[in-house]
């Protein structure tokens, strides 16, 4: 099917909220639009960061995950506790790939689960002497862990636990630090608010813990933020910056320790992958500290030069030089890529529903494959997100926020993409529909992405997934003969 057009795309959205109530029809016509490339801010078109609507099928997480499973829980050399009952407890483990160089067990923790499992009588009574032995307890199985985080799920904020006087009781005794995370999930309307409650609990019990501190530094000093080192992306990535004669300091929250967070404020840049999960922190770093911070995007060899180039600016000519080797030397290896697969891809069209940065930062990386994103939007976006995306996409392509299971389906069996990326609630659904699929939260168990290594595991990922022939011998369930 073509490309729809701008009236096209309006009716399609005026028909799929037909469905509703008048209410509900009101509020949802907000989260969809027709993308406009002419209007410079995001609001005149699209609303954000509300909450969902009761009812409806969400795909959105809450602040308890936003926190432990985005910003605290990579951090590997850290103890996360899950404060709560274990059925949020479960997630306390690594679940998103975010790999790490280390020993479980002994001085990483990621793929362990650490939670108070509450019961009846803790609700009742409280858990904070609970939650002091917990930590009395890991102090004597795991004493090489750096610090503890005690990350609250709902009930804490409901029964009032004082997490705060025990965390500094607690540090006072281990001699660690203790960060109390007030993310419990009822709070803000989806996980957003979790990745600004874990950046302020950084900010006021880690980031200054060495100010003062001698430190031997370069002019070359930088920090990767928001890199969660999905499958490995941090280190393809660092692998570029490293080759271009910067000295990444810190990286974080993949395969990132508590030293490297509170080395931070002694670089002289800050790198911003996820601006969603992570501009909070590199604001308050550049408020006190005088650090600039910058967004880059490392999906696809046309924006890795942009940000290598644009990276390279705020240093000198050895830099700037750096940057452009960089680029050449990798010139063929990516064109090679190119010349393999955009033959095989050239004309597909793809629909994006995730969270952070990818419904943007991955618009470039299918270009240089010679496709075509057709429709795009945020699990928890808020405006300034879609500001930064509507230059990305073409004119009359779709918008959706927080977009619905039902919504979703309508506009992917109408527009009929090549290719759906977006999480693994949606993924089956669109497979049983004979729809190519891939799970673009962790990759799909694949990966890195970033970077011009990861480009190449992308373009034989995204091949693999639309070119598989399988997809012509599915109909959907419900599509067949009784």
Not at 159 to 183: M, N, Q, T, Y
Not at 421 to 440: A, L, T, W
Request: include cysteine; charge should be neutral; glycine fraction near 10%.
């Amino acid at each position: 099917m073509t490309t729809l057009t701008r009236e096209e795309t309006e009716s399609l959205i005026r028909e799929v909220l037909e469905v509703y109530p008048d209410k509900a029809k009101k509020d949802r016509a907000k989260h969809l639009a027709v993308n406009d490339q002419s209007i410079e801010q995001s609001k005149k078109c699209i609303t954000s960061n509300r909450k969902s609507l009761p009812g409806v099928m969400t795909i959105r997480g809450c602040a308890y995950a936003g926190s432990k499973g985005v910003v605290w829980g990579p951090i590997k050399d850290m103890i996360h506790i899950s404060h709560g009952p274990v059925g949020c407890g479960q997630y306390s483990r690594a679940g998103r790939r975010n790999y790490y160089v280390g020993v479980t067990g002994v001085n990483t923790f990621g793929d362990m689960n650490f939670t108070s499992d509450f019961q009846e009588k803790d609700i009742v009574f409280g858990g904070d002497k609970k939650l002091a032995k917990l930590i009395e307890e890991i102090e004597t199985l795991f004493p090489l862990a750096k610090g503890i985080s005690v990350q609250s799920e709902c009930p804490i904020g409901l029964i009032g636990d004082d997490i705060e006087a025990v965390s500094k009781k607690a540090s006072a005794a281990i001699g660690k630090p203790v960060v109390p995370v007030r993310c419990e999930g009822f709070r803000g309307v989806s996980q957003s608010l979790g990745h600004h409650i874990a950046n302020d609990a950084i900010r006021d019990w880690v980031i200054g813990n060495r100010d003062g501190q001698p430190f031997e530094s370069t002019p070359y000093d930088v920090a990767i933020i928001g890199d969660y080192n999905i499958g490995g992306d941090a280190w393809s990535s660092r692998i570029l910056l490293e080759e271009m004669g910067l000295r990444v300091v810190a990286q974080w929250s993949g395969d990132g320790t508590l030293s490297e967070m509170e080395l931070t404020p002694k670089v002289k840049l800050n790198l911003v992958h996820c601006y969603r999960s992570m501009n909070y922190i590199s604001r308050h770093m550049e408020e006190k500290y005088n650090i600039p911070w910058i967004e880059y995007n490392f999906f696809g060899p046309t924006k890795i030069a942009e940000s290598l180039r644009k990276i390279a600016a705020h240093f000198d000519d050895t830099i700037k030089e750096g940057a452009e080797r960089v680029i050449e030397k990798y010139k063929a290896e990516y064109e090679a890529v190119i010349a393999k697969y955009r033959p095989r891809l050239e004309g597909k069209r793809v629909m994006l529903y995730v969270g952070g940065l990818r419904p943007r930062h991955v618009i470039g990386a299918y270009e240089d494959l010679g496709m075509e994103v057709v429709g795009t939007g945020y699990e928890f976006a808020h405006n300034d997100d879609y500001d930064r995306t509507i230059k990305e996409m073409g004119n009359a392509t779709l918008l959706y926020d927080d977009v619905t299971g039902f919504e979703f389906e309508e506009f992917v069996k109408r527009v009929k993409p090549d290719l759906v990326g977006s999480g693994i609630k949606e993924k089956y659904i669109f497979q049983k529909m004979g729809v190519p699929f891939r799970q673009m939260h962790s990759w799909d168990y694949s990966g890195p992405y970033h970077g011009y290594d990861g480009f190449a595991i992308f373009a034989r990922d995204m091949d693999m997934t639309i070119n598989n022939p399988c997809w012509a011998a599915l109909k959907a369930p419900w599509a067949k003969a009784a």
